[in-house]
T-cell receptor, first 112, second 115 residues
Framework: RKEVEQDPGPFNVPEGATVAFNCTYS??????FFWYRQDCRKEPKLLMS???SGNEDGRFTAQLNRASQYISLLIRDSKLSDSATYLCVVNIDNFGNEKLTFGTGTRLTIIP | GAGVSQTPSNKVTEKGKYVELRCDPISGHTALYWYRQSLGQGPEFLIYFQGTGAADDSGLPNDRFFAVRPEGSVSTLKIQRTERGDSAVYLC?????????????FGPGTRLTVT
């Protein structure tokens, strides 16, 4: 089983729609959770951290469910500029291990 | 300020050759990470430096891969006897200090192609 699993998509969504991605992680010792965004042939960039209480940043809402070991990202009122690959990322901070573990990414295309 | 820079941006080499990939982290960042990203996959951890020392090299696939950071700033990833399976984008990231929750800033990557 992969440490971080995501539906690779692609998700093709009309502009203005709401879209949600889920991600599951296997290691219950995982400490920190993130969503990164990666544009085609570019480096990943942090979109938002995910906190246990859930957090919102404009049109983006992230939630964490530790009991079920899944993370979600909700994008409201989607824009053409939201087209990208969204990477679910987990930091398994066992014994000072600082590495990020990435999912394969979910590809999103917003259609005009 | 300047972000993470990596050179070269593209490298084409023949199977069996030696390559060096360079990473310049954000000034003052003590933690530096190398990842490898194959097509259609997320980045995969290779090695993590805290200062000059490799704190975790568990992701290096085999002993053909080696990385150094002699002065705690610039890092070089070295690959000996390259194989076609080494073809990927090699990403470097840095953060102000290692630790869960500290944002890692990625460089643009070096696209390595082994022919």
């Amino acid at each position: 089983r992969k440490e971080v699993e995501q539906d690779p998509g692609p998700f093709n969504v009309p502009e203005g729609a709401t879209v949600a991605f889920n991600c599951t992680y296997s290691n219950s010792a995982s400490q920190s959770f993130f969503w990164y965004r990666q544009d085609c042939r570019k480096e990943p960039k942090l979109l938002m951290s995910v906190y246990s209480s859930g957090n919102e940043d404009g049109r983006f809402t992230a939630q964490l469910n530790r009991a079920s070991q899944y993370i979600s990202l909700l994008i409201r009122d989607s824009k053409l500029s939201d087209s990208a690959t969204y990477l679910c990322v987990v930091n398994i901070d066992n014994f000072g291990n600082e590495k990020l573990t990435f999912g394969t990414g979910t590809r999103l295309t917003i259609i005009p | 300020g300047a972000g993470v820079s990596q050179t070269p941006s593209n490298k084409v080499t023949e199977k069996g050759k030696y390559v060096e990939l360079r990473c310049d982290p954000i000034s003052g960042h003590t933690a530096l990470y190398w990842y490898r990203q194959s097509l259609g996959q997320g980045p995969e951890f290779l090695i993590y430096f805290q200062g000059t020392g490799a704190a975790d090299d568990s992701g290096l696939p085999n002993d053909r891969f080696f990385a150094v950071r002699p002065e705690g700033s610039v890092s070089t990833l070295k690959i000996q006897r390259t194989e076609r399976g080494d073809s990927a984008v090699y990403l470097c990231a840095s953060s102000s200090r290692g630790g869960a929750g500290y944002e890692q800033y990625f460089g643009p990557g070096t696209r390595l192609t082994v022919t």
